[in-house]
């Protein structure tokens, strides 16, 4: 089993899509084997954690307007 990245030391970065206004925005740090996934207004709170290999697939369904339709 893959241990779950440190939150602590992960290098976050913000979704493109965030506003400097405080709306809904997401972080996600990356590592070897798994993304973490956090909502940007709760840095403390919990991360999902996903196989990097499920985030690309998740990430490229979104960008191409597939999420959904199958």
Not at 4 to 26: E, F, Q
Not at 49 to 60: D, G, I, K, Q, S
Request: glycine fraction near 12%.
């Amino acid at each position: 089993m893959t241990p779950a990245p440190d939150p602590t030391i992960a290098v976050w970065r913000k979704s493109s899509y965030s506003n400097g206004d405080g709306g809904a925005c997401l972080e996600v740090a990356d590592s070897p084997r798994l993304t973490s996934v956090r909502d940007s207004k709760v840095p403390d709170g919990p991360a999902l954690l996903v196989p990097n290999r499920t985030w690309v697939a998740f990430v490229e369904a979104v960008k191409g307007g597939t999420l959904g339709q199958g």
